[in-house]
């Protein structure tokens, strides 16, 4: 069952999913590798890496078709089609992986597990003012999933290395029980916005988090 969703946002996005069923070698032919990519493929050592490395390209070539493009990474790790003809954020975790674009502008996106574990760490990314009003879900780790990823959605949003997690990316009160859209304000260097984002579950197990506005003054058209 390769992809799963193909989502056309209404300001324009389009969000796609690959739920992986298949072997490296049935991923092969969808992915379209170019010489350079396939020597790189080749140096994968782990099944789940290979798998994963394929799917999102595999599930990229079915979004946009019609596009003739090779994939490049930027000083900071991050694909982008040698054309720049459109802004890309990927993700992947267990047999999902998924792909997020806009024609001009930026974007984030983030696929996480539920799990336990991330009660453990919400001290490391966010703020003393976020455990603070998140503290009524404090066991749950369904809410503290969606405040990572999000935070992992804008990190990738910036697309910059260096970012301080619980100071320069806060999320404003929201319950995600209630909804599924929310802010998030960014103050890194001098660059300073406040963007939408929303949640989705997956499955019973897995949600996304993706960025959906770009600039401060869209926040009402979205």
Request: net charge neutral; aromatic share 12%.
């Amino acid at each position: 069952m390769p992809v799963n969703r193909i989502q056309v946002l209404n300001n324009g996005n389009i969000l796609g999913l690959w739920q992986i069923t298949e072997s490296s070698e049935e991923l092969i032919p969808f992915a379209c590798l170019d010489p350079d990519e396939f020597v790189q493929f080749s140096k994968f050592k782990s099944p789940l890496r290979r798998l994963h490395w394929l799917a999102w390209r595999a599930l990229l070539r079915k979004m946009i078709p019609e596009s003739n493009f090779s994939l490049i990474y930027d000083d900071n790790g991050k694909p982008f089609p040698h054309d720049h003809s459109f802004q890309l954020s990927v993700s992947h975790s267990g047999n999902w992986a998924t792909c997020f674009i806009d024609a001009n502008h930026p974007v984030g996106l983030d696929l996480e597990a539920v799990h336990e574990r991330v009660l453990k760490v919400k001290e490391r990314f966010l703020s003393p003012l976020e455990l603070e009003y998140f503290s009524p879900s404090a066991n749950d780790p369904f809410v503290f999933t969606v405040l990572w990823s999000a935070k992992e959605a804008v990190f990738k949003y910036i697309g910059q290395k260096g970012i301080d997690f619980r100071q320069q990316i806060t999320i404003e009160p929201f319950s995600p029980y209630e909804s599924h859209s929310f802010f998030v304000n960014i103050h890194h260097n001098s660059l300073a916005k406040k963007l939408v984002l929303k949640w989705q579950n997956i499955d019973s197990k897995y949600l996304l988090v993706h960025t959906q506005c770009q600039e401060k003054h869209s926040i009402m058209s979205c």
